[in-house]
């Protein structure tokens, strides 16, 4: 028992739910995603700098949610930032792939270590949308779409 | 215990075959009865026959089965009429649940009621279910919804109530027991109050029916809702109880068989009574599994479960309290056996994974009662909610699990 709750809640997940990095405002930023999950009432906002060669120059977020939803935000802007908004996308598409049991595309390179952390979320899917919920934000900002993004 | 003498709690588990189960290879700490409640066999035996031995459909054929089917579901209707102490058949409409119940309210009488500028009165304890129909039938009537407010301990202010009451409020609905934070509403005070300006009262039983004896005549509800699988019956069945006189001016919700005296294309008659609300092939089975369940809970006795709970109640409380770094969220004098509450750093979601898998069930979330939460200002909470199968030693198994949370955590 210890030992799947132990892969779930690594050393680098609880440390970075307690210190979460990238978090607060930045102001200006040039586009920033919502994120809610209705299953808990958890949210996250990302505040994103994207310049006109569609790099992530910067990147912060606030939001209220649980270890595994902060832990997964964090590291995600330290992952994106200084990436392409297409290399991104690409990030998002490979951490799916590694937390859902049916990976959408068997081809897509395996995900990168700083994010393999999380790969103990595949054991509980009543949490995998914990894990998922900032990058469905961080796509919504991207798209520069308004709309609410959500983890259904 | 002074209540053991005449409860054996032991005995009521050993009737609920779930307990037989490990989770994760752990005694199981069933704390969610609030969500859902487990079936007793007698229950599952009950709807296992009326599928193996009795089933047809009801109200249509003449032949032997269809006939004792009908018995059976219109003794199910007898056995809730009788609970309930309503005074007619014809007051007990068999619906999907409860939240089916309070839509068919809404926009029925809502309907027939409504115009622009009234008001419905709900409160800050209401469940999702009692607050979205409101707003649905609101806006498309052009009528406003309220919400009585409470105070820090979770309780019904009374005197925003009297406030809010005006000769524009149409309707009142509110909960009896609230779901996330078990306060108990007094109930038959609002009813008399809105009474004395002439309006109905709709009350949300769902989270009541599984605690205590429910009388609607005395309460005076105009409207009663509640689910069966709250109340140890299978999903699928829910009841509306409606007092005859609005049930009588109330338009249809559903139209289809079974709620018809005469269809031509030119103009159908609806028939009268609670078919008039109950549209097609009904959950025939569901409902004969409520009425066993209801049989059941009735030998055992709600003087003696609600005793036990209560006393399950202080016990969780004081141990709950005497957790580093943990907040109860509602403090309420008169408390169904929930207890909610949150720790401070540790989000309810995390705590919920970490103590599944010591077996330990609870529900963590926002308990569809956002409003509630916002005034509590958190996202979320743990609720262990309490049914008459729970013993102590649940609780010890709750509170050994917080400790572990809270061990994984520092």
């Known amino acids: 028992m210890m030992d799947d709750l132990k892969s779930l809640y690594q050393e680098v997940i609880l440390d970075h739910s307690k210190s ?4 607060g405002k930045i102001e200006p930023h040039t586009t920033e995603g919502h994120g809610d999950n209705p299953l808990c009432g958890d949210q996250v906002t990302l505040y994103v700098n994207v310049d006109d060669a569609g790099i992530i120059t910067d990147i912060s977020f ?50 990168p270590d700083e994010l393999k952390v999380l790969a103990g979320v595949k054991q509980f899917p009543m949490r995998v949308k914990c894990a998922t919920l900032s990058w469905h934000a961080l796509k ?10 959500t983890s259904e | 215990m002074n209540d053991m ?56 054929g003449v032949h032997y089965l269809s006939q004792k089917s009908t018995e059976l579901y219109e003794g199910a209707r007898e056995t809730v009429r009788a609970h309930l102490n309503a005074e007619s058949l014809d007051e007990v409409i068999f619906t999907k649940n409860t939240t089916e119940a309070i839509n068919l309210v809404a926009q029925s009488y809502g309907l027939m009621a409504l115009k622009p500028g009234d008001e419905i009165i709900l409160s800050y304890l209401e469940h999702h279910s009692n607050i979205v129909p ?39 609905a509110v909960t009896h027991v609230s779901n996330a934070i078990g306060t108990i509403v007094p109930v038959k ?13 709709l009350i949300d039983g769902s989270q009541a029916v599984p605690h205590m004896q429910v009388d609607v005549q005395d309460l005076d509800a105009d409207f009663y809702v509640f689910t069966g699988h709250k109340l140890f019956a299978p999903t699928g069945i829910g009841v509306l109880y409606g007092k005859n006189k609005w049930l009588e001016q109330m338009p249809p919700y559903q139209g289809g068989g079974d709620m ?25 089975v569901q409902a004969i599994g409520l009425g066993t369940a209801i049989n059941y809970v009735n030998e055992i006795g709600f003087d003696k479960i609600g005793a036990h709970e209560q006393s399950l109640l202080a016990y969780a409380t004081e141990e709950i309290r005497k957790l580093n770094n943990v907040r109860i969220i509602g403090d309420a004098p008169h408390k169904a056996a929930i207890v909610s509450f949150t720790m401070d750093g540790i989000h309810p979601h995390d705590i919920g994974t970490i103590i599944d898998q010591a077996g330990v069930a609870v529900r963590v979330g926002h308990h569809c009662a956002q409003p509630l939460m916002d005034f509590y200002d958190v996202p979320s909470t743990v609720r262990a909610s309490f049914a008459m199968y729970n013993n102590r030693d649940d609780v010890d198994a709750l509170v050994d699990a917080m400790q572990m949370v809270q061990r994984f955590f520092a």
């Open chain 2, 5 to 60: 003498t005449t409860f054996d709690v032991e005995k009521i588990r050993r009737d609920f075959p779930i307990f037989e189960e490990k989770i994760h290879g752990k005694r199981l700490t069933f704390l969610d009865s609030g969500a859902s409640a487990q079936k007793p066999q007698v229950v599952l035996d009950a709807v296992k026959s009326a599928y193996a031995e009795t089933y047809a459909n009801v109200h249509r």
């Open chain 2, 134 to 172: 409101w707003q649905l039938i609101a806006e498309r009537m052009g009528a406003t919804v309220k919400a009585v407010p409470i105070n820090q301990d979770g309780e019904f202010l009374m005197e925003e109530f009297e406030k809010l009451l005006s000769e524009k409020t149409k309707i009142v």
């Open chain 1, 62 to 111: 606030e939001g209220k949610g649980c270890a595994i939803s902060t832990a997964s935000t964090s590291l995600l802007t330290q992952l994106v930032k200084g990436k392409s908004k297409g290399e991104a996308t690409e990030l998002f598409g490979q951490f799916q792939d590694m937390v859902t049991s049916s990976p959408e595309d068997t081809n897509r390179s395996e995900a």
């Open chain 2, 189 to 201: 005070e609002i009813i008399a109050k809105a009474h004395d300006k002439g309006v109905p009262v």
């Open chain 1, 20 to 23: 979460p990095r990238n978090f």
């Open chain 2, 260 to 284: 018809i005296n005469r269809v031509t294309f030119e103009k159908t008659t609806y028939a009268t009574g609670h078919s008039k609300f109950e549209a097609g092939t009904p959950p025939i």
């Open chain 1, 140 to 149: 919504a900002a991207l798209e520069n779409k308004a709309a609410l993004a």
